[in-house]
């Protein structure tokens, strides 16, 4: 058999057990790259002004055209990137790090402070996620690092209520009385015992967050309550863009599909994930 | 708090009853059990799944479920109560003076962490050594239960190792601090039986080098006559019989023990079918008046309505109006 037709093999292979995997993950590493590169990458400085150019549309100097007081857009919307990975990496910390936390607890202490963390989320849960994140960010006052906080809040009682369903499946297991019967402390039992073995959903569950996170942190921006301009954020550079779609649609587009194909990645990646950690689906492939 | 310190006994169990509530008052699942284990002796407490066995083991660890209550009773390690320690307390006897062996070794182990780490951790939970000693120790353990390439099998997750290999170094995880008292419950049901005698031996050796006490609950009478001293037969709750092994295999006098022992296949005796003994365990809540067997016990009469209280036979004793006599 030949290199060319083995190599060829084995990219079928891999195409078809992780296709989901590879797409997402593509698409992330591109976000990603563009958050992390994006002085290096980007061809102009995203705040730098030029009225004489203003509403270009695409040309080789201004690859995808110039807003309305003459930005880079392409520039631009890579570095939106960087606040969206900022914003959805500080809200998922938050979510995943409290959320479990706060699970694992209640799970394992039982009785009432589980009855009282967990009506505390249902609270939280009650609350639409957009409304919730406006009335934390009127309160809080608006600027990014609010509107990360507030995007975390949000991802508490999804990753409690995981935390919990998992913790209690882990505390059925004979490592945990095992564990007991050598004199570990509770506070030892959970973070030796029971967070290791209840990681991997949790995690999943992340980059399926993390898209999520970036949908939302747009749409704060877009309603003025996220990134604050000129800082340059998908949601208000879509706000802005909305008004010019008739002259400029290249505006609201681009960042539109910025902002589409990174939710589409991280969502692809989480679904990918799951199928890569269940047992189940990887011995039927 | 009254330190008794008159007793020789590893472990000494009297008058243990324990409760669960229940819709029509609380059930009692173990009543009055008393059982001691002197130092270097292989105890046996055999009886049929529910008969208390396994509740009577977790009471002396201190793991009984949330909704169970010790009713009476009092349990002794070495004479010092072992009922009603603060949780601290408890936890620097746990792994330290008293070690458990579970029935299944790869369900006990933590899937996530090498053996190493599982087997040093008590070194360092109870000794404060050092992460990278307790590793150390924890090889020199594993080569200790004859765990064939220790130094690499150490680094390996439990998933990794076969079933006796997983047992083995539960053994040596419960052993690194050389406790008083080690209770195992049904260690080798899940294994084959040659494994099974080979983890049988080891048990049998750490008794000889460190005197260790071992309380072992089983359901398995070939195991109790092979490997145990003293064996204790549980039935709905009560000891019905206690006794040396030898004494109770030759000649048991609680009917139940006999029943137990007739429904034993062995090889060479050839029974047309196997015996079964009529009825079933019966529920906590629904134990008759007087002797728990009697509505399973061929011999039951008027009497038997009536408790029965143990003979005074010396070592060998029973809860039974009628002691069964062997020819």
Known sequence: MSLSTEMARSIRWTWRRHGILSIGGVLVGLVVLAALGADLIAPHSPYELDVARMLQPPSLVNWLGTDEVGRDVFSRTIYAARISVEVALVAVGVGLVGGTLIGVFAAYFGGFVDMALMRLMELLFSVPAILLAVILMASLGTNILNAMIAIGIIFIPGFARLARATTMDALRQQYIEAARVIGMSDIRIIFREILPNILAPSLVEAAVAFAYAVLLESALSFLGLGAQPPEPSWGNMINTGRGFMAQAPWLGIVPGTALFLCVLGFNLLGDGLRDLLDPHLRESQ | ?327
């Not at chain 2, 997750?157 to 008083?180: D, F, I, N, T």
């Open chain 2, 1 to 327: 708090m009254t330190v008794e310190c008159n007793s020789s006994a590893t472990l000494e169990i009297s008058n243990l009853s324990i409760e669960f509530p229940g819709r029509t008052g609380p059930r009692r699942v173990v009543e009055r059990m008393s059982l001691t284990v002197a130092p270097g002796e292989i105890v046996a407490i055999i009886g049929e799944s529910g008969s208390g066995k396994t509740l009577t083991a977790l009471s002396v660890l201190g793991l009984l479920p949330r909704q169970a209550r010790i009713r009476s009773g009092s349990i002794l390690l070495k004479g010092h109560p072992l009922i009603g320690l603060t949780a601290q307390e408890r936890r620097s006897i746990l792994g330290n003076r008293i070690a458990f062996i579970p029935q299944d070794a790869l369900r006990a182990l933590n899937p996530t962490l090498i053996v190493a780490d599982q087997v040093g951790e008590p070194f360092v939970l109870h000794r404060g050594t050092a992460w990278a000693a307790a590793r150390c120790l924890a090889v020199e353990l594993l080569r200790s239960v004859h765990l064939r390439d220790p130094e690499q099998r150490a680094k390996e997750y439990p998933h990794q190792y076969s079933g006796g290999m997983q047992q083995r170094a539960m053994v040596a995880m419960g052993l690194a601090l050389e406790p008083e008292l080690l209770i195992a419950d049904e260690p080798t049901t899940a294994l084959d039986v040659t494994v099974q005698a080979q983890v049988l031996a080891l048990l049998r050796e750490v008794r000889e080098e460190h005197g260790t006490a071992i309380l072992f609950i089983t359901h398995d009478l070939g195991l109790v006559a092979d490997f145990c001293d003293r064996v204790y037969v549980m039935y709905a709750g009560r000891v019905v019989e206690e006794g040396p092994v030898e004494e109770i295999f030759v000649s048991p006098r609680h009917p139940y023990t006999y029943a137990l022992l007739s429904a034993t296949p062995s090889v060479g005796e050839r029974t047309p079918e196997l015996l079964a003994i009529p009825g079933q365990i019966p529920q906590p809540h629904e134990l008759p008046e007087g002797c728990a067997f009697a509505p399973r016990c061929v011999r039951a009469e008027a009497r038997c309505s009536v408790d029965p209280l143990f003979d005074t036979g010396g070592a060998h004793r029973t809860r039974c109006w009628f002691p069964e006599r062997r020819s």
